[in-house]
C-alpha cells in the first residue's frame, strides 16, 4: 500500500480536544474509516495549555464527555490537570485514532475529496470534521497607543503563575471567569484592578455549571420549541468557585470601567487622570481557530463559517464542532459537545452511507 493510500480516510476530524474526541466516539460504531489529527505533542487538547488553578465551574459528573463520567477527584470542581488527565484516558479508554503531533495547514477542495494538508504530508478524506477550538485564536481588543505601552501584555492563554506578578501593578482585563479566577490569585501578591465593560454577572453560590447547563438547556429547548426564553445568565457569567468566594471576602470582586488610552508606563482613565501600570493580562476571551480552513473560502467576516447545525452550507463535506453555541447550544463545554458531536457522526455516517 502506498503512503498515500495509507493515508486516505472517509472522515478526517481535524483537533484531539474534547470536542474531536467526542465525534470520534460516536463513529467508532458507523463502520467508517477515520483519523483525528492533532496538534498536540500529548492528550488534552486546550487544558494542557490552561494555567495549573484553572477550574472547571462544574463537578466531574457534570463536564463528562460521552459515554464515561468524568471520575470524582479531590476537588468538587475538577482542576486542569484532572480534565487532562480524564481525556487523555478518554481516548485510551475508547481506542480512539488519534495521530499527533500533526498539524493542519490547511484543507482544499478536490472534486472527489478534501485534501488536509499537514506538516507530515498530505491526508485525504470524504468528509471533514474541524474540530480546532478557540485556544490558539486569543482575542486582544485594541486600545489606541497599545504600542506605545512598555509594560508586560500577555492574553489568560498564555498565562501560567501569579508569582510571575509579584508586587506589580497589574491590571486584569475581562469580566468573565478567566477574569474572576486570575483577579483572584495575582490580587494575593500584587496590585490588580479589575477592569470589565460593565459590570460583571456573578451567580449565586450555589448556581454553577450544573444549574447553569440545565437552564441553559431551558432556554434553548423554549427557542426550539419557538417560546420566548426568560433570561438565565450565560456560560460567561463567573462561577462563584472556591477562589473566587475567597477573593469576594476579600473584598476583591469590584472592577472599573477601561481606561480610554496606554502610555508609554500606564494608562488615562476617562477621567483624565493617569495610572502606572506595569502588566496587563487580557482575559478577553477567544475566537475560531479556523486558520485551515482559509483555503476553502468560507471563513467569514466574523471568522466564523456559515452552517446548518453543524455542517457547512457551502462545503457539505465539511462539519465544524465545539466551537460555542454557533455550532450547537454549549458545545464549546465537556457537558455540552455530546448532543452535536453525536448529531455530527449520524450525518456524516447517512450521508457517505448513500453514497
Ligand atoms: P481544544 O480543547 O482547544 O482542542 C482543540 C485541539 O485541536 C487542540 O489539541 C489543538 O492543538 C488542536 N488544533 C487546533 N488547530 C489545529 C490544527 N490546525 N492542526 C492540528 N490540530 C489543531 N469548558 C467546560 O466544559 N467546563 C468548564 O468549566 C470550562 N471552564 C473554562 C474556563 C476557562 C477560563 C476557559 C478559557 C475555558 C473553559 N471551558 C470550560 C471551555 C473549554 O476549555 C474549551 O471550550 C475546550 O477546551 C474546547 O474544546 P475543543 O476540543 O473544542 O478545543
Redesign the pocket.
Known sequence: MTQHQSRQRDVLI?????????VGYFLRRSGLSFSI????DG????????WSS?????PAQW?SLPGWPMPAGDHV??QREE?VAY?SQYEERYQLPVE??????AVHSTPDHLSVE?DRGEWTARAVVS??????APFIPDYPDQALFGGTQLH??DYKDPQNFAGQRVLIVGG???GA??LAEVSKVAKAIWVTLREPTFLADDVD?RVLFARATAKWEALQGGGAAAPVGG?GDV?MIPAVKEARARGILTSVRPFVRFTASGVVWEDGTESHVDAVIW?T??AP?L??LRPLNIVGSDGRVVVAATRSVAEPRLWL????DWTGF????????TRSARETAREIEVELGSQ
Open positions: 481535524i483537533g484531539g480536544g474534547q470536542a474531536g474526541l467526542a489529527l492533532d496538534g498536540e492528550p488534552g487538547g486546550a487544558w494542557t495549555h490552561a484553572l477550574t472547571l465551574f462544574s463536564s470542581y475538577p480534565v481525556l499527533r503531533p500533526v498539524q493542519v495547514t499537514t474540530a480546532t477550538g478557540t485556544w490558539r489568560s492563554a468573565g471567569n478567566s479566577q486570575i455549571g456560560l462561577v482575559c476571551g477567544f481557530a486558520e485551515h464542532v465545539g466551537y460555542g454549549a458545545s464549546a463545554t465537556l457537558i455540552g459537545v
